[in-house]
């Protein structure tokens, strides 16, 4: 069993930075692949970025802007956002996966205004 809180979120003005975390707890996390996801109103959840063992994903509209990273030592999961646009707007989840299992976060509000 894994439990994820994100934390980090809030309201940020367009070309303004945010950092995300998301701790976990449980054991071995280390071997868990991890991961962001968006879901902003009416629209699918989307993944923004993510940890595997095959490497490090962006989406596409982040790519450049966002930058993924993960902490084993402290069981914590991070995305550094920069640049941020008004369609950053969502909520994000931490996700971490292993054998077919999958965990979420609650996920956190990231509003960015123009």
């Known amino acids: 069993q894994v439990l994820l809180v994100e934390s980090g979120g809030g309201l940020v003005q367009a070309g303004g930075s945010l950092r995300l975390s998301c701790a976990a707890s449980?054991?071995?996390?280390?071997?868990?692949?991890v991961g962001w996801f968006r879901q902003a109103p009416g629209q699918e959840r989307d993944v923004v970025a993510s940890i595997t063992r095959s490497g490090t994903y962006y989406a596409d509209s982040v790519k450049g802007r966002f930058t993924i990273s993960r902490d084993n030592t402290k069981n914590t999961v991070y995305l550094q956002m920069n640049s941020l646009k008004p369609e950053d707007t969502a909520v994000y989840y931490c996700?971490?996966?292993?054998?077919?299992?999958?965990?979420w976060g609650q996920g956190i509000q990231v509003t960015v205004s123009s």
């Open positions: 449980g054991r071995a996390f280390g071997s868990y692949a």
């Open positions: 996700h971490a996966g292993r054998g077919g299992t999958d965990y």
